[in-house]
């Protein structure tokens, strides 16, 4: 084993042990939402008025339809698709979430086995917020290395 598998082994375990009890809803914070019925023009200003890279796309009722992210937008753009498009042309309907009760580990597993970098928090079908990794690191590794020097 090379030293920094080992140092990944034991970050995963003090993580662990010591974040065990934190939820997706302690590390969530809101994600912005947009109507399903909504366009490519109008998600992307939705992206940069909200900066961030994700929206959660929601039917009348709130109820979770897919996710359109900077890189979807981006991808449409490219191929030269209209302004007007509607984004059920590009949202990923397939949708990777976890629930409020889902614990970090599980939060980093789905993240890391999918290689995504965010994902909604829903409960049934009704979208609660997001967690990333950005939100993993600033909210969970900078909480544990804190603790190491008090």
């Known amino acids: 084993m090379l030293p920094c598998e080992a140092a990944e082994k034991i970050s995963v375990r003090r993580i662990a042990s ?3 009890d934190r939820t997706a ?5 809101p994600i912005p939402t947009i109507l399903a019925s909504g366009t490519v023009q109008e998600a992307a200003q939705k992206l940069i ?3 961030c890279s994700i929206l959660a796309v929601v039917s009348l009722e709130g109820n979770l339809a897919g996710v359109v992210t900077d890189w979807d937008i ?8 209209s302004d007007e498009m ?3 042309e590009i949202m990923s309907s397939n949708v990777i ?3 409020p009760e889902d614990g970090i580990l599980t939060i980093v597993r789905k993240l890391e ?4 970098s965010a994902m ?3 409960d049934g079908q009704k979208v609660l917020g997001l967690v990333s990794t950005d939100l993993l690191a600033r909210r969970s590794l900078l909480r544990l290395l804190q603790s190491q020097f008090d």
């Not at 809803?25 to 914070?29: K, L």
């Open 18 to 20: 010591s974040e065990s």
């Open 120 to 122: 909604p928090v829903v």
């Open 97 to 99: 979430s976890v629930t």
């Open 25 to 29: 809803v302690d590390i969530m914070e």
């Open 86 to 88: 509607p984004l059920s």
């Open 113 to 116: 086995h999918h290689e995504i």
């Open 49 to 51: 008025q909200a900066d």
């Open 74 to 81: 981006t991808q449409a753009t490219a191929v030269g698709c």
